[in-house]
């Protein structure tokens, strides 16, 4: 199957519904989206169906409308707390009779290295990864296939998702009138969007601050070694406000987004701004507004850094950490990620490439474009193997073989 030409990222977020259309190619190219607020999902779950059904039809109509382009089927983000990973390690002997690394050996490994990992039956298995095959003695190979040897190893990095928020998700997409090409874990499109090769080389730590939850993805040396999330996001940050200003959640959010600051310590003690929405004028010290804030973006990234703590010394990663999502739009956030974590911290936006859509330049959107590269890479490589279900995407340049086609139940 040669897959479809154009390439649909759905973004199902906890604050937003994400369509992003790009035009597959040597080098993809973008040509529409759209973001329309959605309350279908709380922290990654969908807990309302019709809703959700109804922003993912509303976000595709309008991005196809600024796309000018008929869609196939959607590269769909799975995201949350309910995906976790793990690492693992399957070896196999090559035949006497043949000794060269072949494709069939490849995904027996691959099986291998799957069949080592107990997954519970309310789990499903999305992606499996390699991070690195060992020929005979020869460690960090990237692809095997064609090298001569009489043993192959590999080290995979397992990510499964809960099977009732897999089968709602698709319900939604489903009964948006869309086909599902792909579920891709979030934090790895995410990743594709924003991280340089060089970053995943050197080790880094990918943040996304969304609406629900933080989303984390850690490369070491060039593959994935962690993905997860932790329960404390944007709307966190809005709920306190709202709790602490006495005000309801959209007026909290207004202020939030137009007065907001990380470090309370850069507000004029004497600045002053005015609640929105109250029948009698009421002002409040925007310091105060900071210093609510700042509690749970400190929480929020000692929550990453626990993470963090089972790295031991490979903690932190020589690249330090990129900031992304809606959430990383938040004044002088960086600044107080770095201090907690105790590595240099940048923002990252996804990048656009040839596409000059203006809606996309946000870091909201990083994960609707990175589905849409994930997607034309995943493509290209069907392409290039269509015989075989375990495929080779790279990923910040590395190969990752997924094999849902080989183990999906
Ligand atoms: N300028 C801003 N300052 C502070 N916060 C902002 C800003 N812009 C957006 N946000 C926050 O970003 C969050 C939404 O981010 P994003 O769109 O990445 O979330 P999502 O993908 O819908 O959620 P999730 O990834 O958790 O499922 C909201 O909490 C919103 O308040
Ligand atoms: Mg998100």
Request: aromatic share 2%; proline share 6%; glycine share 10%.
């Amino acid at each position: 199957m040669a897959g479809p030409e154009t390439l649909l990222g759905l973004d199902i977020g906890t604050t937003k519904v994400a369509a992003v259309i790009g035009r597959r190619g040597p080098r993809v190219r973008l040509l529409g989206a759209a973001s329309v607020p959605c309350s279908g999902l709380k922290r990654g779950i969908v807990v309302d169906v019709p809703e959700t059904t109804k922003a993912i039809r509303e976000a595709v109509t309008k991005a196809q409308r600024t796309a000018g382009v008929e869609l196939e089927a959607a590269w769909v983000g799975v995201t949350g707390q309910h995906i976790s990973s793990l690492n693992s390690r399957g070896h196999v002997q090559l035949p006497r009779s043949n000794r060269q690394v072949s494709w069939p050996d490849v995904e027996r490994v691959m099986a291998a290295a799957v069949n080592a990992v107990s997954i519970p039956p309310d789990r499903q298995m999305i992606h499996a990864i390699s991070r690195g095959f060992t020929v005979d003695d020869e460690p960090r190979v990237r692809n095997p296939v064609g090298l001569s040897a009489s043993r192959l190893a590999v080290e995979t990095h397992v990510i499964t998702a809960s099977r009732n928020l897999v089968e709602n998700v698709t319900k939604c997409v489903d009964q948006a009138g869309i086909g599902v090409a792909e579920l891709v874990a979030e934090p790895l499109a995410t990743a594709d969007a924003v991280l340089t090769e060089d970053e995943g080389e050197l080790g880094v730590l990918l943040i996304d601050v969304g609406g629900g939850t933080t989303d984390l993805a850690l490369f070491l040396e060039g593959s994935i070694a962690l993905t997860g999330a932790v329960p404390a996001a944007g709307n966190n940050i809005t709920h306190d406000l709202a709790v602490a200003l006495g005000v309801t959640h959209p007026a909290a959010e207004q202020i939030k987004l137009a007065h907001g600051c990380a470090r309370a310590a850069l507000v004029p003690a004497e600045e002053m701004i005015s609640l929105p929405d109250e029948d009698e004028e009421r002002s409040i010290s925007r310091r105060f507004v900071a210093e609510v804030i700042e509690a749970r973006v400190q929480e929020t990234f000692r929550l990453v850094a626990q993470e963090m703590s089972r790295l031991g010394d490979r903690w932190p990663p020589p690249g330090g950490a990129v900031l992304t999502g809606g959430g990383s739009l938040l004044p002088s956030i960086a600044p107080v990620a770095r201090d907690i974590l105790g590595c240099r911290t940048r923002l990252g936006r996804p990048r656009l490439g040839a596409g000059r859509v203006e809606l996309l330049d946000s870091p909201s959107l990083a994960t609707g474009v990175g589905l849409v590269y994930y997607a034309q890479r995943e493509a290209e490589s069907r392409r290039a193997e269509p015989r075989h279900g375990l495929r080779v995407v790279p990923i910040l340049g590395r190969v990752i073989a997924w094999v849902r086609e080989l183990f999906s139940t």
